[in-house]
């Protein structure tokens, strides 16, 4: 390994890091000199019960290594407590991986109100507790790096996963604006679209792609994205069997109809095919510069 890029002072959390990506993100920040909190409830895919063993069989194999870590077993829901360890054991926080994650994929028409709060509350509210309890730490010392893990499921759609694309791109609105909101302060976040053979996707996945994608071939992305060297906020970043890619938003150039005549369903129908047209399309950045076209239109027929 070319040890160019350490982080021999920092402190990272990786929430869920008792297992499949989680723990590979672990070992391999370590590696790289930083200290860090491993936290896993340790329970089942489908988010029940509990047990210590995941983290700390992972803390076990960082300090057989050589690496400094301490464990948490709490869940992402108390994520207080978990920043509070990292500050409690190394007396700071500088990297948040959120990362802890369960699935209950189920067609809609089968979706339970369980189903859909038990996904949100670990993926959404579980993200926003640990990184609401880390932030202040990180705008204090005007330096941090956060970490959302999203999925291709969010951005395209999965059959059976409503609940669980609706959680994992709600983390990528999210991302977009702390990226806003933390870039004066020093803080860049991020977001990650992970494909690894984990036991989340194991029967999912065919076994001979499985075995490939290996959850290691994740890692060296986040430690990057965790990482000084990286410049980079807002970013959604799709990885997997050791490819790395970017995601941004596209819309088309689309359609200007006077204001002041208004328009019908059916100029809507007869522009449809230009609508939907990607040729000239735009890629805007933010919010502002989304509403340029918008604007033009209303300039146009002033
Ligand atoms: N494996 C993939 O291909 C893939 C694809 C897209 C997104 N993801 C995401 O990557 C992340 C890691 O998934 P994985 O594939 O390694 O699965 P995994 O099941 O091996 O890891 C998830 C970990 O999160 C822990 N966890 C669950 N609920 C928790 C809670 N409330 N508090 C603390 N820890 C909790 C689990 O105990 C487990 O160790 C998840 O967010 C998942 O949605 C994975």
Request: aromatic share 8%.
């Amino acid at each position: 390994m070319n040890d160019s890029l350490r982080l021999d002072d920092k402190v990272v959390i990786v929430t869920g890091a008792g297992g499949g990506l989680g723990q590979a993100h672990a070992l391999l920040f370590a590696r790289h000199g930083a200290r860090v909190v491993v936290n896993d409830l340790g329970g089942s895919t489908h988010g029940e019960g509990a047990s210590t063993s995941a983290a700390d069989r992972v803390v076990a194999q960082i300090r057989e290594a050589g690496g400094t870590a301490v464990a948490n077993h709490d869940s992402v829901s108390d994520g207080q407590r978990i920043v509070e360890q990292a500050l409690d054991t190394f007396g700071r926080v500088d990297v948040l991986v959120n990362n802890a994650g369960i699935l209950r994929d189920k067609t809609f028409h089968k979706m339970e109100d369980s189903d859909w709060e038990q996904v949100y509350q670990v993926h959404v509210a579980g993200a926003y507790k640990v990184t609401r309890a880390a932030w202040p730490h990180l705008r204090e010392q005007n330096a941090g790096r956060v970490i959302f893990t999203s999925s291709t499921s969010g951005i395209y759609g999965n059959f059976g996963q409503a609940n669980y694309g609706m959680a994992k791109l709600g983390l990528y609105g999210l991302t977009r604006t702390l990226a806003i909101e933390g870039r004066k302060h020093g803080i860049l976040v991020n977001a990650i679209a992970p494909t690894g053979g984990t036991r989340m996707t194991e029967g999912l996945l065919p076994p001979q792609v499985f075995e490939q994608l290996k959850p290691e071939l994740v890692s060296p992305l986040v430690v990057y994205l965790g990482s000084e060297q990286c410049q980079d906020s807002g970013g959604l970043y799709e990885v997997g069997g050791g490819w790395v890619g970017k995601v941004r938003w596209e819309r088309s150039l689309g359609v200007g109809f006077n204001p002041h005549e208004g328009f019908s369903a059916e100029d809507v129908a007869a522009n449809w095919e230009r609508i939907s047209d990607f040729a000239d399309a735009v890629h805007p950045r933010d919010s502002l510069e989304a509403l340029q076209q918008m604007m033009a239109n209303l300039q146009k027929y002033q």
